[in-house]
């Protein structure tokens, strides 16, 4: 049965979105961004896929009678780097995907 060109057109059109798609979350995968806080006294290292890898605190910000302060600056450097992963997985999928070129802007669904 012959397909319709149409047809065929939208199938390649589609079967090039998902490898574009696809190399761009492998990129993503092994990207890593790194989010810190308090002038570097807590740091944090995620993928592009969100993915914690490395929480480095500096042993002086350590205080057994603040440990509230540490937290915030966990917390802190967590959301910096997840911000810096969200932009890049944005950039990355629109730029392997046909969505950039027709003025789709993404949530962050991925």
């Given at each position: 049965m012959m397909r319709n060109p149409i047809q065929a057109m939208i199938q390649n059109q589609l079967a090039s979105f998902q490898e574009g798609l696809a190399e761009a979350m492998e990129q993503l995968s092994v990207a890593e961004m790194e989010g810190s806080a308090g002038g570097g006294a807590v740091k944090v290292k995620i993928t592009g896929m969100g993915e914690v890898t490395e929480v480095c605190?500096?042993?002086?910000?350590?205080?057994?009678d603040d440990v509230e302060l540490l937290q915030d600056l966990v917390c802190a450097a967590v959301r910096e780097a997840l911000r810096k992963a969200s932009e890049l997985k944005r950039e990355r999928i629109m730029s392997s995907t046909p969505l950039g070129s027709l003025g789709v802007d993404l949530p962050d669904i991925f």
């Amino acid at each position: 049965m012959m397909r319709n060109p149409i047809q065929a057109m939208i199938q390649n059109q589609l079967a090039s979105f998902q490898e574009g798609l696809a190399e761009a979350m492998e990129q993503l995968s092994v990207a890593e961004m790194e989010g810190s806080a308090g002038g570097g006294a807590v740091k944090v290292k995620i993928t592009g896929m969100g993915e914690v890898t490395e929480v480095c605190i500096d042993p002086q910000v350590v205080d057994p009678d603040d440990v509230e302060l540490l937290q915030d600056l966990v917390c802190a450097a967590v959301r910096e780097a997840l911000r810096k992963a969200s932009e890049l997985k944005r950039e990355r999928i629109m730029s392997s995907t046909p969505l950039g070129s027709l003025g789709v802007d993404l949530p962050d669904i991925f």
